[in-house]
């Protein structure tokens, strides 16, 4: 069974800085695309940040300049930096990927989430 785990998040104040990590475990032959999404109380879910499988990104409007997402694929790993934070990046942050494994075509995976909390 493959998995999605997040890491990273946390409490920081405004101008901080944050480093997600998304590590996928099991029979996994290859994460094709992966992106970053947030959900804030009262908002609706946002793709944060969208990696391809040749590595091009694409960001949301709110978060480009800001944020970057990147990929290590030797390690099934897929990261999001997060600088000049702000109190309006405050969400619960899921990973999501388009894997294939040694059984399975390729289908998405989410993680369980981590929380950033930007606050003075």
């Known amino acids: 069974q493959v998995q999605l785990v997040e890491s990273g998040g946390g409490l920081v104040q405004p101008g901080g800085s944050l480093r997600l990590s998304c590590v996928a475990s099991g029979n996994i032959l290859r994460i094709y695309t992966a992106a970053w999404y947030r959900q804030a109380p009262e908002k609706e879910r946002e793709r944060v940040a969208f990696?391809?499988?040749?590595?091009?990104?694409k960001y949301a409007d709110s978060t480009k300049g800001r944020f970057t997402i990147s990929r290590d694929n030797d390690k099934n790993t897929v990261y999001l930096q997060m600088n000049t934070l702000k109190p309006e990046d405050t969400a619960v942050y899921y990973c999501n990927a388009d894997i294939s494994t040694g059984y399975m075509h390729r289908r998405d995976y989410w993680g369980r989430g981590t929380q950033v909390t930007v606050s003075s």
């Open positions: 990696i391809g499988s040749d590595g091009s990104t």
